[in-house]
């Protein structure tokens, strides 16, 4: 059995997130609030685009496009949808699905279209009565994938005419109506105004659900406590490191109660050996860390997490805890993630900042075309290299091909974590 899903979701108006809807009021920061549905436990974010006109539609399109740079949990993109354009302008900004809506008239017919031209994977529809999944009983598993019912008091309808699995949206968290209609077969997951609030303790509603039998996606530890050597003092120290970057941030300890504390909560907890209690890194500040994994090492007498660190890891205001230097030796870098992402921020310097006689500058100062032409010009070269023997050749033509795929990346505002984000879904 599949785990249930817990589906926060975004409403979009004139490119910014509102409270729903029917309130337009500013829903916060759109990085905050992203990010905070990424790292606190959320399945799956549906965004609404509240459009009203191509122009205000377009604005949203660019920032569901953002949205699917910050996060790495899938997103379905729904609203303003009556042409197969903008399904696929939605998959194309990043949507692993959109959502079409039933009460539409054209949404039967894009639904035929889309999962004929995408598959029906990619294609969700929310439903408001039960009268759209009545008339299309027959097809509905052929052209969706997925419901979302509006009405939580349709579920029992919607089961006896389809076995198409279903989202129901809750707006008020009623753990025991909601655990039940969890545990139907047909129910994949919940949605409503109690998960969308930035308080929501999300890790704790699952653990809650997880109690009652339900399959959830959370922290269920493969090494318990017992089985980590602890220090004189009763505790095992953490090490622990930015999950994108690998940088480590800093050194802590936990104790049984901030291990379980952190596996329950997804924050990481420790004992404070100078306070003698434990704390919520980021309970005061709000730079919390949310736990993306946990190791332990081969004597199992050390933990390695790694993190989504919100803000700085430091009580100074730096970003790690370890930056008094030492003893340094100069060294060529040599990751490759490192090194296409340290050229990359020079030619964007360049652009940003042009220097006399760069030739990155000039390239940007003849525009698009003579851009776009040098990139065919090393391709044609990666060609030829090719068909050298030696390996020399080739390796130079493709350093130079890349160096100005990369000028075209910071000339389009393509980044790295754009191509890997797209090589990773494929």
Known sequence: ????????????????????????????????????????????????????????????IHTIREINRLVEIPICGGGNINRLEDIKKLLYAGCKQVMLNGSKPVSYSLAQEGSARFGKDHINVSIQNVDFVFKHRENMQTYFHEMLLMNPEMVEAVENITDLPFVVQYDKYEHAKISAI????????????????????????????AKDGLRMDHFEPAVKWDMLKKNSDGM??????????????????????????????????????????????????????????????????????????????????????????????????????????????????????????SYTNYLFEK?????????????????????????????????DFLYHAMVLMVEKGVTWEDITQELAQR
């Open 236 to 357: 095992v120290p953490v090490i622990v490191q930015d999950y994108r970057t690998d940088e480590v941030l800093m050194l802590a300890y936990m104790t049984k109660e901030a291990y379980d504390a952190t596996i329950n909560s997804g924050k990481m907890t420790y004992y404070s050996r100078s306070r003698k209690a434990l704390w919520v890194k980021g309970e005061t500040s709000g730079h919390i860390q949310y736990v993306k994994s946990l190791t332990a090492d081969c004597d199992f007498d050390t933990i390695l997490a790694k993190v989504s660190q919100v803000g700085v890891a430091c009580h100074t205001g730096k970003p790690s805890c370890f930056f008094n230097e030492i003893v340094k030796k100069d060294y060529v870098e040599k990751n490759p993630l490192k090194v296409f992402e340290e050229v990359y921020g020079i030619i964007a310097d360049r652009k940003e900042h042009p220097k006399e006689g």
């Open 367 to 399: 525009g698009i075309d003579k851009i776009l032409k040098k990139v065919g010009e090393e391709a044609t070269e990666i060609v030829i290299a090719a068909k050298n023997p030696d390996p020399e050749e080739i390796k130079y033509e493709i350093s």
């Open 1 to 60: 059995m599949d785990h249930k899903n817990i589906v926060a979701t975004i409403y979009l108006k004139d490119g910014k997130p509102v409270k729903g809807r029917n309130n337009p009021e500013s829903a916060g920061d759109l990085t905050i609030l992203a990010n905070l549905y990424n790292d606190s436990g959320i399945d799956k974010i549906l965004i609404i685009d509240l459009s009203t006109d191509d122009e205000e539609h377009e604005k949203n």
């Open 182 to 209: 969890l545990k139907q077969d047909c129910v994949r997951g919940v949605a409503g105004a109690f998960i969308n609030d930035p308080q929501a303790d999300i890790m704790k509603i699952k653990t809650a659900f």
